[in-house]
């Protein structure tokens, strides 16, 4: 069953940037698209970033566009979540998932596997 460990999260202040990493086990890494998720206290799950399997075409949310940057490195396993100029609204636990589609994609059914999320709090 395939594993995903996210790190990078925590507290910073609004405009500043931290990077969110994932690393992915116990499964074939390239033949998923892998996506981010946030979700913040009350609300719903939301779609920010995707990629494909392998890495040349990406998708993002409209409230994280030119700000954030995914990315994937298929020989490490791991996939990544720039966040540049970081809003009070982008605090969540952001989660990692995988998709064993071509990808990329935002429809949360299509995800089959989950981290158990990294905190990040965006200060004003």
């Known amino acids: 069953q395939i594993q995903l460990v996210e790190s990078g999260g925590g507290l910073v202040q609004a405009g500043d940037s931290l990077r969110l990493s994932c690393q992915f086990s116990r499964g074939t890494f390239s033949i998923n698209a892998m996506g981010w998720f946030r979700q913040a206290p009350g609300k719903e799950r939301d779609f920010v970033a995707s990629?494909?399997?392998?890495?040349?075409?990406?998708d993002y949310a409209d409230s994280v566009k030119g700000r954030f940057t995914i990315s994937r490195d298929n020989a490490k396993k791991t996939v990544s979540l720039q966040m540049n100029s970081l809003k009070p609204e982008d605090s969540a636990v952001y989660y990692c998932?995988?998709?064993?589609?071509?990808?990329?994609?935002?429809?949360?059914?299509?995800?089959?596997?989950w981290g158990q999320g990294t905190r990040v709090t965006v200060s004003s």
């Open positions: 990629i494909t399997w392998n890495g040349e075409s990406t």
């Open positions: 998932s995988a998709a064993p589609v071509f990808g990329p994609t935002r429809w949360i059914n299509d995800y089959k596997s």
